[in-house]
């Protein structure tokens, strides 16, 4: 692999936009509850989890090192 300048690896790249597709799934998911004010389960629990883990998945994909050939 070339010397670049770059903070990231392609690699690290699509995980990211790995960990944005997550994250807006959540956001669609509490969306989708159909309970006054999202009080429901899919506001409430299953959408700020599915977020949550997004969010994770994030730094996971932020701190992964890059394999060094």
Do not use: C, W
């Amino acid at each position: 692999m070339a010397n670049t300048n770059f903070p990231f690896d392609k690699h690290n790249y699509r995980l990211m936009l790995i960990g944005l597709g997550i994250i807006i799934l959540g956001f669609i998911i509490i969306g989708l509850d159909k309970e006054p004010h999202g009080f429901g389960f899919l506001g409430l629990t299953l959408g700020p989890i599915v977020t949550l883990a997004g969010f994770l998945f994030q730094f996971y994909a932020i701190f992964k090192k890059s394999e060094s050939k």
